[in-house]
């Protein structure tokens, strides 16, 4: 590379602006990432992702769980995000599954109390190859949980659930009774669409 083509470079970089992204407040409100831009519109809609270890130090285990979250609101340095969806890491994924026996998946597109408009996979793992009926009443379970926790929650609760077990915890309670379980999350989970009504969150203090 010329040190013309270099120095260009270098300008480049030179002339943005770094602002500090924010996770929202029912996620701790912590700083997740720092990002470039040389204008702060350009962040709107870029989306950044982290763990769930990083946002809570609580687990080692949480490292397997991505969060992604998307700018909405930028004001001065400090880009304000909402949850834009999780998934498990393929590695994690790919350390459930086992010889004799089943995966279920359930895939539920649903709306919260609030009016935020979510796809939610659910997926469990049986101790034992599981028959078709089996199937069909485990995938059942996860889809009423999924949608009775819809229509109780908002938005911020129904996500935290999603993503720190509890919902999963409840599938798992209800679908035991059917044949064993070794593993029942929700595996993913995406923002579909954001009520007209939305607001965005207050700006974390500096």
């Known amino acids: ?8 470079i270098r300008d480049k970089w030179r002339l943005k602006t770094w602002f500090t ?14 990002l470039p831009a040389s204008d702060s519109q350009h962040l709107m809609g870029r989306v950044v992702e982290t763990t769930l270890y990083d946002l809570t130090k609580q687990n080692v285990s949480h490292m397997s769980i991505k ?22 890491a393929r590695e ?7 010889r004799w026996s ?5 895939v539920v597109d649903t709306t919260t109390k609030d009016g935020f408009k979510l796809r939610i996979l659910a997926t469990a793992f049986t101790k034992r190859r599981a028959n078709p009926s089996q199937e069909t009443a485990i995938r059942t379970i996860a889809q009423e949980v ?3 926790k819809s229509k109780t929650l908002n938005f911020d609760q129904l996500v935290q659930e999603l993503v ?17 379980l070794r593993h029942v999350g929700v ?13 965005e969150p207050k700006l974390v203090a500096a």
């Not at 029912?26 to 990432?33: K, L, N, R, S, V």
């Open 187 to 199: 595996r993913k989970s995406k923002l579909l669409a954001m009520p007209s009504t939305y607001e």
């Open 67 to 88: 969060i992604f979250f998307q700018v909405v609101k930028v004001e001065g340095a400090k880009a304000e995000t909402v949850f834009k969806g999780h998934e498990y």
């Open 146 to 148: 999924i949608q009775e």
């Open 164 to 180: 720190l077990g509890k919902v999963a915890s409840e599938i798992y309670n209800k679908s035991t009774k059917i044949l064993p």
């Open 102 to 106: 089943s995966k279920v998946d359930a």
């Open 92 to 98: 994690y994924l790919r350390s459930l599954v086992r």
């Open 1 to 8: 590379m010329s040190s013309q083509k270099r120095g260009k």
């Open 21 to 34: 992204a924010y996770a929202p407040p029912y996620f701790g409100g912590h700083e997740i990432a720092l």
